[in-house]
């Protein structure tokens, strides 16, 4: 059974603060890793994208890749309030290469106080 | 910009009735996904298409249909709604033009089953 996992939290961090959500996950074949943002009553938008061991930055976005430890991360610098919402981790390319589809983690919920 | 559009953001329908969610994207994507998101369960995948005409079970297809007749339009189909099937329903698109796994998603549409 090809499983993410992540923190439900909620994870709650004062404004301006650096919020560290993490995401573990069981197919080591996997190859492509993704950072979703969704909004209460919204749908999920894609927000970080990574495939190679490392950092990749996005404005005040850092997504981390490990995959000799099987984690991907995402750090979101100085929050902010409009950062509150919950981030899927989803997971794909695994299972004889299999791209088309992703395997989801059931979110961490974030909080960022005033 | 993907867009992907869906028939409705909210529906409300009776028990026994046959329900039709609609899914349109404009970026002539060959790939194309119906998923629902229910608290605590997180996004499970009910079907998707590779392709026009072709179709794959998810993880959760008992109790649904689907069509894709067009290229650009998935539908979703209940042939008979039950209470239990109340949910949000989500629809996604990707290419294979590109190696990457990125799924678009529509903004939703909130079924209630009464």
């Known amino acids: 059974q090809k499983e993410v996992e992540q923190n439900s939290g909620p994870l709650s961090v004062p404004e301006g603060a650096i919020a560290s959500l993490n995401c573990t996950y069981s197919d080591r074949g996997s190859q492509s890793f993704f950072w979703y943002r969704q909004y209460s009553g919204k749908s999920p938008e894609l927000i970080m994208s990574i495939y190679s061991n490392g950092d990749k930055e996005d404005g005040r976005f850092t997504a981390q890749l490990n995959k000799a430890s099987q984690y991907v991360s995402l750090l979101i610098r100085d929050s902010q309030p409009s950062d509150s919402a919950t981030y899927l981790c989803?997971?794909?390319?695994?299972?004889?290469?299999?791209?088309?589809?992703?395997?989801w983690g059931l979110g961490t919920s974030l909080a960022v106080n005033p | 910009d993907v867009k992907v559009t869906q028939s409705s953001r909210y529906l409300v329908k009776r028990t026994g009735e046959k329900v039709f969610l609609e899914c349109v994207q404009d970026m002539d994507h060959e790939n194309m996904f119906w998923y629902r998101q229910d608290p605590g369960l997180g996004l499970r995948l009910i079907y998707f298409?590779?392709?026009?005409?072709?179709?794959e079970k998810g993880d959760i297809p008992e109790g649904y249909s689907v069509s894709r007749e067009k290229k650009e339009r998935f539908s979703l189909i209940l042939e008979s709604a039950s209470t239990n099937q109340t949910s949000m329903y989500l629809c996604?698109?990707?290419?294979?033009?590109?190696?990457?796994?990125?799924?678009?998603f529509g903004p939703g549409t909130r079924l209630t089953v009464l």
């Open positions: 989803a997971v794909g390319g695994g299972h004889a290469g299999n791209n088309r589809k992703l395997i």
């Open positions: 298409s590779y392709d026009v005409k072709m179709k």
């Open positions: 996604a698109s990707r290419t294979e033009r590109e190696s990457a796994d990125t799924q678009y």
